[in-house]
């Protein structure tokens, strides 16, 4: 992609989650979840680990992990995200966290300095998916865990159409969101052993949702037409209800990166 793709790119997530830092901090979708809990377990007993928090967003796994940790580097796009993590950190106690600004896809970190890989709801963010998994493996310590936590693709193409279109009229710096399958191949072309794959049903309660994002009206009004207008299996596959709330599908990837 061409530099002035970059800048723009970089623009929209900005215009998207700075001014909503705070609320992404507040969101109980992204504090919450038994995928967090995982992400808590994996490190518990790893006190001298080096970890990378890839598109911290609001900074859920940071705070929850930090404790348990040396380190944790929270990196997002956004500045206003690291400002309020940084700020939160701080309240928390927490000392061993530091903020680092940057692109997933071009990570300012020397090869092999991290123990783990963490990233939650981010990877639908990045403009060049494959990009970043190459570097997430590339700052991942020889034998280091790789783990990424995200909705994803139902991955029929009625579905799949569906979903995606609900994703970028509700937050328009949305990418994709990739099946399984896209995944754990995509994860073997960055060099990294697919190693557990758990699955999530995530219920979103429709206002929220669109709050948390500040959709305009308009926007908001299409995606209730659409929810409206598709075949009923869409509508019971994704459990929409009659004020909009739906459910969506959730993974957790874990990943090794094997010793040459």
């Given at each position: 992609?061409?530099?002035?793709?970059?800048?723009?790119?970089?623009?929209?997530v900005g215009s998207q989650f700075g001014p909503?830092?705070?609320?992404?901090?507040?969101?109980?979708?992204?504090?919450?979840?038994?995928?967090?809990?995982?992400?808590?377990?994996?490190?518990?007993?790893?006190?001298?680990?080096?970890?990378?928090?890839?598109?911290?967003?609001?900074?859920?796994?940071?705070?929850?992990?930090?404790?348990?940790?040396?380190?944790?580097?929270?990196?997002?796009?956004?500045?206003?995200?690291?400002?309020?993590?940084?700020?939160?950190?701080?309240?928390?106690?927490?000392?061993?966290?530091?903020?680092?600004?940057?692109?997933?896809?071009?990570?300012?970190?020397?090869?092999?300095?991290?123990?783990?890989?963490?990233?939650?709801?981010?990877?639908?963010?990045?403009?060049?998916?494959?990009?970043?998994?190459?570097?997430?493996?590339?700052?991942?310590?020889?034998?280091?865990?790789?783990?990424?936590?995200?909705?994803?693709?139902?991955?029929?193409?009625?579905?799949?159409?569906?979903?995606?279109?609900?994703?970028?009229?509700?937050?328009?710096?949305?990418?994709?969101?990739?099946?399984?399958?896209?995944?754990?191949?995509?994860?073997?072309?960055?060099?990294?052993?697919?190693?557990?794959?758990?699955?999530?049903?995530?219920?979103?309660?429709?206002?929220?949702?669109?709050?948390?994002?500040?959709?305009?009206?308009?926007?908001?009004?299409?995606?209730?037409?659409?929810?409206?207008?598709v075949p009923p299996r869409v509508a019971r596959?994704?459990?929409?209800?009659?004020?909009g709330s739906f459910c969506i599908d959730v993974?957790?990837?874990?990943?090794?990166?094997?010793?040459?």
């Amino acid at each position: 992609m061409t530099e002035t793709g970059d800048k723009s790119q970089e623009a929209l997530v900005g215009s998207q989650f700075g001014p909503r830092a705070e609320a992404h901090l507040q969101s109980a979708v992204h504090a919450q979840g038994a995928d967090l809990e995982a992400l808590v377990a994996l490190t518990r007993d790893r006190p001298e680990a080096h970890v990378l928090d890839l598109g911290c967003g609001g900074g859920h796994v940071t705070f929850n992990v930090a404790p348990h940790v040396r380190e944790v580097v929270a990196y997002d796009l956004a500045p206003e995200m690291l400002e309020v993590v940084a700020a939160a950190a701080k309240t928390q106690g927490l000392g061993n966290v530091e903020t680092k600004q940057g692109f997933a896809e071009r990570l300012s970190f020397a090869d092999e300095s991290f123990d783990f890989v963490l990233s939650r709801f981010s990877a639908h963010h990045w403009r060049d998916f494959e990009a970043g998994l190459r570097e997430a493996a590339r700052v991942l310590k020889l034998s280091g865990t790789a783990v990424f936590v995200d909705s994803i693709s139902p991955g029929t193409p009625l579905l799949d159409t569906y979903y995606q279109t609900t994703e970028l009229l509700r937050d328009c710096s949305h990418v994709r969101n990739y099946s399984r399958a896209e995944w754990e191949a995509a994860m073997a072309r960055a060099g990294l052993i697919p190693d557990a794959t758990s699955h999530y049903r995530l219920r979103l309660d429709f206002t929220s949702w669109v709050q948390r994002m500040a959709t305009p009206k308009v926007q908001v009004d299409a995606i209730r037409a659409l929810q409206a207008a598709v075949p009923p299996r869409v509508a019971r596959y994704f459990e929409t209800e009659p004020d909009g709330s739906f459910c969506i599908d959730v993974a957790l990837f874990r990943a090794l990166k094997p010793r040459l």
